[in-house]
């Protein structure tokens, strides 16, 4: 039996939040994303990721308290990958330290896009995201 359908990629990821101002400032001046679509009601902004949305959910807005978590800290997604485009791994560490945001570690490992180098940093919430850049190959492409 066949899939009645074909998948593209990753449309969007909603994180759970309290404090939207931080939430996008973090997205913005940290990882780059654009505004995207506004849900004044629901307590809800979403911000471009490339052509994927990240979706920012703010449970201490009236609108957002159907998101809360049953359990005080608890959480339902690991991380995030971010695919990126080449980026000078100093570059990057600097960028980062200057938004006082820490590495939580970095690794060289596969992904959709094949073997690349990842940072892992949190968003203010406790959220992890892994910044991924392109495949690199043992005879230097990229």
């Known amino acids: 039996m066949t899939v009645p ?3 593209v990629g990753i449309d969007h990821v909603v994180f759970i939040v309290d404090d939207m101002e931080k939430a996008l400032r ?7 994303c654009r505004p995207g679509y506004t849900y004044p009601a629901l307590g809800m902004e979403q911000v471009w990721c490339g052509s994927a949305l990240i979706v920012l959910w703010d449970i201490t807005h009236p ?4 998101a809360a978590p049953p359990v005080a800290g608890g959480r339902n997604v690991d991380h995030v990958c971010i695919a990126t485009g080449p980026f000078d791994h100093d570059e990057l560490r600097a960028h980062l330290a200057r938004h006082g945001v820490a590495i939580d570690r970095e690794a060289l490992h596969g992904g959709a896009r094949g073997m690349g180098h990842s940072f892992y940093v949190k ?6 995201i892994e910044i991924k850049g392109p495949a690199e190959y043992p005879d230097g492409r990229a």
């Open 26 to 32: 973090f997205y913005h001046d940290v990882l780059g």
């Open 63 to 66: 609108g957002g308290q159907k």
């Open 5 to 7: 359908f074909s998948l």
């Open 123 to 128: 968003d203010p919430f406790g959220n992890t």
